[in-house]
């Protein structure tokens, strides 16, 4: 029994089912798009799509739009034929084959309802609507900061910045964002405080129906704020969705009073000595830079104030040139014009230095060639010293405070220096000369001596000693003397000619100082001319060819028995010599 009422049921369920769906299907039905979005300027494009049961064809199709609660025909279709009905849309408005409708060169005005209505002669007639949305992308955000400052000793809220979006339709939303994070209006406790933010915004609809959005944004700035940057975004819906547009970013300028003052020794990477330009760099953290004074420690702890080659108001003290005495305890002090408060800071400046160079020698009495002499370099300074020795040429010959010199000569004489060095402190140094010389009487090293040389020529006799004192050369011959120094040497040169009594006697140089006096004889020799060499010569060979000419009539006499060179001969040339 209960399995016939639940087939029953079923039936009755289905068939209710198919009576619905044979209903739907039999009714006139219109589609189109609920809402179309198009940028003003652009074309719009609304469909209309209708279907007639059993396949029937329409009768007519009407578009309207709506006014105020009225429907204002545009177009009346019939068949083939197409009826403009309105002129509010002269030359903006077509319908296509597939009976849709478009609207170009679309303003703000066109933002409307429009209707298609469908007419037929066996299934009644059919519509549905479409709302035209109109909208224009606003222009990006403009942004402006305030270029006054703010103090945050300003109670009261202040200006940050103001931010404008032109042209948009329909109006956008502005919001304000700081380091990334947006903002809200916003009051200290209760509602009766002041508010910490605020905005502003004002909506103003252009005479081309645009809209401008300015929004201004208001807030208590503190310290930290000297490093927030500002942005406001541009929100505005474009098909369903939302979109938006950030200006760029800004930062405003904060005044803050100074909290710390830092006082430091430029450059602070090295060591500084005499001869070296230092500054003091005072820098405070406070907005704007206070005013800045520099003092000195002097005896009985009292404070002098210094100035510098440049400006100490902008926090740098220069010291040019320091000396042993720019040495000391300085303070920077600080005050602030808006309340009067004052700050400092001190650092102690030390000047590293070398003094007192000097170089002792034992003994200190004359030194004659052969004697011995040590020498010895002394020197102050607050760091470690090393020695060097140098000798006029500025090589190193020695390291250490004492140098031994043993066997002392005229050649050894010369200016050596000692040379003091701070490690610690690269380009500390002093030196020190001190002469070390030989006294002696003169000895004479070289002479020109023999000197080969022909009568009346002019010649240069060379005369070339050592010692010390400097000594004096002199000539016994009458002549031009030019004398030259040269390594401890002096030497003269006399030019005279050649007499008779010049090459008979010599010429005689003597070199003297207050130690003695040493003289020595140049020689001079007859030197044949090259025309006496010649007839020399030439007589050699005349006797060589006489003597082979005489030995020839010999030996052909001897040959020919006119000279007898036998014993017999030897006989008869006795015999006749007895007679």
């Known amino acids: 029994m209960a399995g016939g009422r639940r087939a029953a049921g079923l039936a009755l369920g289905w068939g209710c089912c198919l009576l619905l769906c044979c209903a739907a299907a039999s009714k006139l039905e219109v589609s189109m798009p609920a809402v179309v979005e198009v940028e003003i300027g652009g074309s719009a494009r609304i469909e209309c799509n209708f279907f007639i049961p059993g396949n029937g064809s329409y009768t007519y199709i009407n578009w309207f739009y709506i006014d105020r609660n009225n429907q204002v025909r545009l177009y009346h279709i019939t068949g083939s034929d197409i009826l403009r009905e309105n002129v509010d849309y002269k030359g903006q408005l077509s319908v296509g084959e597939d009976k849709a409708l478009t609207i170009s060169k679309v303003t703000m005005q066109d933002a409307k309802t429009f209707v298609c209505q469908v007419g037929t002669s066996s299934h009644g007639v059919g519509e549905n609507r479409t709302e035209l949305h109109v909208y224009k992308v606003p222009e990006a955000p403009e942004i402006v900061a305030n270029s006054v400052g703010i103090s945050v000793l300003n109670n ?346 010049l090459m008979r006697a010599g010429a005689m140089c003597r070199v003297s100082n207050e130690l003695g006096a040493i003289e020595e004889r140049i020689q001079l020799l007859d030197q044949k001319t090259p025309e006496s060499k010649g007839v020399i010569i030439v007589a050699i060979i005349v006797c060589i060819l006489v003597v082979a000419v005489l030995g020839s009539v010999i030996y052909f006499l001897h040959k020919k028995g006119k000279i007898p060179c036998g014993r017999a001969g030897k006989q008869d040339i006795a015999r006749n010599t007895s007679i």
């Open 156 to 501: 009261e809220i202040s200006q940050i910045a103001q931010c404008v979006s032109k042209n948009s339709f329909p109006a956008p939303n502005i919001t304000w964002h700081k380091n990334g994070e947006q903002l809200e209006e916003k009051r200290l406790g209760t509602a009766a405080l002041a508010p910490v933010v605020k905005i502003q915004s004002t909506r103003t609809r252009e005479s081309s129906g645009l809209y401008t959005v300015s929004s201004t944004l208001f807030n208590v700035v503190s310290r930290e704020d000297r490093n927030s940057l500002y942005h406001c975004t541009v929100h505005y819906w474009l098909q369903g969705q939302r979109h938006a547009v950030e200006s760029r970013r800004v930062n405003i300028t904060v005044f803050y009073p100074t909290e710390h003052v830092k006082l430091e020794v430029m450059p602070s990477s090295v060591l500084v000595k005499e001869g070296d330009n230092v500054q003091l760099v005072c820098e405070a953290d406070g907005n704007p830079p206070p005013i800045f004074s520099f003092y000195k420690r002097e005896l009985e702890n009292k404070w002098h104030e210094v100035s510098s080659v440049g400006d100490a108001d902008s926090g740098v003290l220069k010291l040019n040139n320091v000396t042993k005495s720019s040495s000391g305890l300085y303070k920077c002090q600080t005050l602030e014009l808006d309340d009067m408060r004052q700050l400092e800071k001190d650092v102690e400046l030390v000047v590293n230095y070398i003094e007192g160079v000097q170089v002792k020698m034992e003994p200190s009495s004359p030194l004659q060639e052969g004697d011995s002499v040590r020498l010895r370099c002394d020197a102050h300074s607050p760091v470690a010293l090393n020695y060097q020795w140098r000798d006029e040429k500025g090589r190193k010959i020695a390291e250490g405070k004492q140098l031994f010199l043993s066997n002392l000569t005229f050649e050894t004489s010369s200016n050596l220096s000692c040379k003091v060095m701070a490690p610690s402190v690269p380009g500390l140094e002093q030196s020190k000369q001190v002469a070390v010389a030989v006294q002696g009487k003169p000895r004479i090293v070289a002479v020109s001596s023999p000197l080969y040389v022909r009568q009346d020529e002019v010649v240069n006799l060379t005369c070339k000693a050592i010692a010390f004192p400097r000594p004096s050369v002199h000539w016994n011959v009458n002549g031009t003397a030019h004398e030259y120094v040269e390594n401890q040497h002096i030497a003269s040169n006399l030019t005279v000619r050649v007499n008779r009594d």
